[in-house]
């Protein structure tokens, strides 16, 4: 027995996406601890929450909303990194290496929510 969201690829990666997101912000200053960590840990895990909120008994146009907030806050996420790397906590690489699994998080969003009729 199990959801209906946990069969989504597109969850499992987000869920996943959230857990390296928060080893990351582990890594970030104390000072960040109320601003710069807790913004980039509330946005990651909000994207799998979003996914698994609108595959419960919603109507389609419900689920595509909520695979919007979803993609919103993939969007805030990639900022949280841009700002993470202006302010020197992590490097190029590790920069390109999240920038790239969030840019293919929201290709599968995209798809995914293209195929909600």
Do not use: H
């Amino acid at each position: 027995m199990s959801f209906k969201f946990e069969k989504l690829l597109v969850w499992q990666r987000a869920m996943d996406l959230g857990e390296e997101i928060n080893e990351l912000a582990l890594t970030f200053p104390d000072r960040e601890k109320f601003n710069l960590s807790s913004q980039i840990l509330r946005a990651a895990d909000s994207i799998a929450l979003n996914i698994s909120e609108g595959s419960i008994g919603q109507s389609d146009p419900e689920q595509k909303k909520f695979i919007g907030y979803s993609i919103r806050s993939l969007a805030e996420v990639v900022t949280c990194i841009y700002k993470a790397k202006r302010r020197k906590y992590i490097n190029g690489v590790e920069f390109e290496s999240y920038y790239q699994s969030l840019f293919n998080l929201m290709n599968m969003l995209v798809a995914f929510r293209n195929k909600i009729k």
